[in-house]
C-alpha cells in the first residue's frame, strides 16, 4: 500500500461545513470578519486578472 493511497490520507470536512445555518444573523465580530475577507478577496483577484462577484464587492465597500 502507498502513502498516497486512500485509506491512508487523512480526511478534513469542507471548510464551510460549519456555516451557520441561512437565515441567522452574524454578530458584529463574524461581519467584521467577512468584510475584512470579502477585502482580501477582491486585492487577491484584481492582482490575478479574476473577475470578482458584485455581491462580494458590495460587501467589501461596507464600513468595518
Avoid: C, F, Y
Avoid at 461545513?17 to 477582491?42: D, F, I, M, N, Y
Amino acid at each position: 500500500m502507498s502513502a498516497a493511497s486512500p485509506e491512508r490520507r487523512l480526511v478534513h470536512p469542507p471548510r464551510n461545513s460549519a456555516a451557520k445555518p441561512a437565515g441567522k444573523k452574524a454578530t458584529r465580530a463574524e461581519h467584521r470578519v467577512q468584510v475584512a475577507a470579502a477585502r482580501l478577496r477582491v486585492t487577491l483577484d484584481e492582482r490575478l486578472g479574476r473577475e470578482t462577484p458584485a455581491k462580494t464587492k458590495a460587501l467589501a465597500k461596507e464600513p468595518i
